[in-house]
Protein backbone atom coordinates (compact mmCIF):
# COMPACT_ATOMS: atom_id res chain seq x y z
CA UNK A 1 0.00 0.00 0.00
CA UNK A 2 1.26 3.47 -1.13
CA UNK A 3 0.48 6.78 1.18
CA UNK A 4 1.27 10.54 -0.23
CA UNK A 5 3.98 12.24 1.39
CA UNK A 6 5.24 16.02 1.75
CA UNK A 7 5.86 17.28 -2.04
CA UNK A 8 8.80 18.89 0.22
CA UNK A 9 10.13 15.88 1.00
CA UNK A 10 10.35 14.37 -2.75
CA UNK A 11 13.12 11.96 -3.18
CA UNK A 12 14.69 12.95 -6.95
CA UNK A 13 17.74 10.90 -6.94
CA UNK A 14 21.14 11.17 -7.25
CA UNK A 15 21.50 14.98 -6.16
CA UNK A 16 24.89 15.77 -6.32
CA UNK A 17 26.87 17.74 -4.19
CA UNK A 18 28.29 20.35 -5.89
CA UNK A 19 30.86 23.07 -4.86
CA UNK A 20 30.55 26.35 -6.85
CA UNK A 21 33.51 28.32 -7.04
CA UNK A 22 33.56 31.77 -8.21
CA UNK A 23 35.73 35.00 -7.72
CA UNK A 24 35.11 38.35 -6.71
CA UNK A 25 35.56 41.45 -8.46
CA UNK A 26 38.45 41.84 -6.12
CA UNK A 27 39.82 38.65 -6.73
CA UNK A 28 38.44 36.85 -3.94
CA UNK A 29 37.59 33.45 -3.97
CA UNK A 30 34.11 31.53 -2.93
CA UNK A 31 32.47 28.38 -2.98
CA UNK A 32 28.87 27.50 -2.50
CA UNK A 33 27.13 24.24 -1.62
CA UNK A 34 24.49 23.37 -4.36
CA UNK A 35 22.40 20.43 -5.15
CA UNK A 36 19.91 20.68 -7.47
CA UNK A 37 21.79 20.54 -11.00
CA UNK A 38 22.58 17.83 -13.54
CA UNK A 39 24.77 16.95 -17.00
CA UNK A 40 22.12 18.71 -19.63
CA UNK A 41 24.71 18.02 -22.71
CA UNK A 42 27.84 16.28 -23.38
CA UNK A 43 29.73 19.73 -21.90
CA UNK A 44 27.13 21.59 -20.24
CA UNK A 45 25.80 21.66 -17.01
CA UNK A 46 22.57 23.32 -15.53
CA UNK A 47 21.91 24.29 -12.17
CA UNK A 48 19.55 26.05 -10.00
CA UNK A 49 20.65 29.10 -7.97
CA UNK A 50 18.85 31.20 -6.32
CA UNK A 51 20.58 35.03 -5.56
CA UNK A 52 23.89 34.36 -3.77
CA UNK A 53 27.37 35.50 -3.56
CA UNK A 54 28.43 33.10 -5.65
CA UNK A 55 25.58 34.65 -8.55
CA UNK A 56 26.52 38.11 -7.93
CA UNK A 57 30.30 36.69 -9.05
CA UNK A 58 29.08 35.04 -11.49
CA UNK A 59 27.47 38.03 -13.44
CA UNK A 60 30.27 39.95 -12.88
CA UNK A 61 32.88 37.14 -13.93
CA UNK A 62 31.09 34.77 -16.65
CA UNK A 63 32.75 31.55 -15.03
CA UNK A 64 32.53 29.31 -12.20
CA UNK A 65 34.03 26.03 -11.78
CA UNK A 66 32.40 22.89 -10.13
CA UNK A 67 33.88 20.64 -8.23
CA UNK A 68 32.59 17.07 -6.51
CA UNK A 69 31.63 16.38 -2.89
CA UNK A 70 33.56 13.31 -1.69
CA UNK A 71 33.45 11.63 1.25
CA UNK A 72 37.01 13.37 2.32
CA UNK A 73 35.74 16.94 1.87
CA UNK A 74 31.91 15.99 3.62
CA UNK A 75 32.57 18.54 6.12
CA UNK A 76 33.74 21.69 3.82
CA UNK A 77 31.36 21.02 1.35
CA UNK A 78 28.80 21.68 4.29
CA UNK A 79 30.23 24.47 5.50
CA UNK A 80 30.42 25.98 2.22
CA UNK A 81 26.61 24.99 2.11
CA UNK A 82 25.42 26.74 5.93
CA UNK A 83 27.53 30.18 5.47
CA UNK A 84 27.33 32.95 3.73
CA UNK A 85 30.57 34.18 1.29
CA UNK A 86 29.14 37.71 1.96
CA UNK A 87 29.57 37.32 5.87
CA UNK A 88 33.29 35.50 5.49
CA UNK A 89 35.91 34.52 3.66
CA UNK A 90 34.94 30.48 3.20
CA UNK A 91 37.48 29.55 1.02
CA UNK A 92 40.13 31.11 4.31
CA UNK A 93 37.83 29.41 7.02
CA UNK A 94 37.51 26.10 5.66
CA UNK A 95 41.92 26.23 5.43
CA UNK A 96 41.13 25.37 1.41
CA UNK A 97 43.95 26.04 -1.30
CA UNK A 98 43.03 26.89 -4.49
CA UNK A 99 44.28 28.30 -7.83
CA UNK A 100 43.46 29.65 -10.77
CA UNK A 101 42.38 28.11 -13.75
CA UNK A 102 44.05 28.15 -16.53
CA UNK A 103 40.79 28.27 -19.03
CA UNK A 104 38.37 30.48 -17.19
CA UNK A 105 38.24 33.63 -14.19
CA UNK A 106 37.51 31.19 -11.82
CA UNK A 107 39.28 29.27 -8.41
CA UNK A 108 39.45 25.80 -8.96
CA UNK A 109 39.91 24.40 -4.96
CA UNK A 110 42.55 21.87 -4.55
CA UNK A 111 41.23 19.90 -1.25
CA UNK A 112 38.33 18.44 -4.17
CA UNK A 113 39.59 16.14 -6.98
CA UNK A 114 37.60 16.67 -9.65
CA UNK A 115 36.55 19.82 -10.99
CA UNK A 116 34.84 21.27 -13.79
CA UNK A 117 35.74 24.56 -15.29
CA UNK A 118 33.02 26.49 -16.63
CA UNK A 119 31.96 29.17 -19.21
CA UNK A 120 28.46 30.89 -18.51
CA UNK A 121 26.60 29.75 -21.60
CA UNK A 122 23.18 31.20 -20.09
CA UNK A 123 22.31 32.37 -16.31
CA UNK A 124 18.31 33.55 -16.12
CA UNK A 125 18.49 35.47 -12.66
CA UNK A 126 14.72 35.54 -12.72
CA UNK A 127 14.10 31.63 -12.78
CA UNK A 128 17.41 31.32 -11.03
CA UNK A 129 18.65 28.69 -13.48
CA UNK A 130 22.66 29.08 -14.99
CA UNK A 131 24.00 26.94 -17.94
CA UNK A 132 27.47 26.40 -17.83
CA UNK A 133 29.52 25.13 -20.78
CA UNK A 134 32.23 22.94 -19.87
CA UNK A 135 35.70 23.84 -21.10
CA UNK A 136 38.10 21.51 -18.99
CA UNK A 137 38.27 19.53 -16.22
CA UNK A 138 41.13 18.72 -13.77
CA UNK A 139 40.91 15.33 -12.01
CA UNK A 140 43.63 14.49 -9.29
CA UNK A 141 45.84 11.52 -10.45
CA UNK A 142 44.72 9.87 -7.32
CA UNK A 143 41.11 9.25 -8.66
CA UNK A 144 42.32 7.54 -11.90
CA UNK A 145 42.07 4.40 -13.33
CA UNK A 146 43.52 4.35 -17.10
CA UNK A 147 42.67 7.79 -17.89
CA UNK A 148 39.34 7.86 -16.51
CA UNK A 149 37.84 9.09 -13.25
CA UNK A 150 37.12 5.98 -10.79
CA UNK A 151 34.33 7.21 -8.52
CA UNK A 152 35.20 3.57 -6.47
CA UNK A 153 38.39 6.07 -5.52
CA UNK A 154 37.10 9.08 -5.73
CA UNK A 155 33.88 8.26 -3.30
CA UNK A 156 31.76 11.08 -4.48
CA UNK A 157 28.82 12.08 -2.12
CA UNK A 158 25.20 12.75 -2.99
CA UNK A 159 22.55 14.67 -1.09
CA UNK A 160 19.56 13.10 0.27
CA UNK A 161 16.85 15.73 0.03
CA UNK A 162 14.42 13.62 1.93
CA UNK A 163 16.04 13.49 5.11
CA UNK A 164 18.46 16.33 4.64
CA UNK A 165 21.97 14.10 5.20
CA UNK A 166 24.60 12.86 2.83
CA UNK A 167 24.91 9.66 1.66
CA UNK A 168 28.11 7.93 -0.43
CA UNK A 169 28.17 6.33 -4.23
CA UNK A 170 28.10 2.62 -3.88
CA UNK A 171 29.75 0.09 -6.03
CA UNK A 172 29.12 -0.49 -9.81
CA UNK A 173 26.10 -2.98 -9.82
CA UNK A 174 25.28 -3.23 -13.57
CA UNK A 175 27.19 -2.12 -17.46
CA UNK A 176 25.02 0.60 -18.85
CA UNK A 177 23.99 -0.51 -22.31
CA UNK A 178 24.49 -4.05 -21.87
CA UNK A 179 22.32 -5.53 -18.59
CA UNK A 180 19.08 -4.26 -21.06
CA UNK A 181 20.27 -7.11 -23.83
CA UNK A 182 19.24 -9.85 -21.49
CA UNK A 183 15.78 -8.66 -22.01
CA UNK A 184 16.00 -7.26 -25.22
CA UNK A 185 17.79 -10.39 -26.90
CA UNK A 186 14.89 -13.16 -24.92
CA UNK A 187 12.36 -10.62 -26.29
CA UNK A 188 14.03 -10.74 -30.13
CA UNK A 189 14.03 -14.74 -30.09
CA UNK A 190 10.04 -14.96 -29.50
CA UNK A 191 9.40 -12.53 -31.78
CA UNK A 192 11.32 -13.89 -34.57
Not at 117 to 137: M, R, T
Not at 153 to 163: A, E, R, W
Request: net charge negative; aromatic share 8%.
Amino acid sequence: MSVEIDQHNSVIMPEAVFIIGTYDEAGVPNAMNAAWGTQTDFNEITISLSKHKTTENIEKTGAFTVAFGTVDTVTISDYFGVESGSKVNKIEKAGCHVRKSDNVNAPIIEEYPLTLECKVKSWNAEEGILVGEIVAQQADESILTAGHVDLDKMKPIIYDSSIHAYRSVGPVIATAFEEGFKIKKSVDKWDN
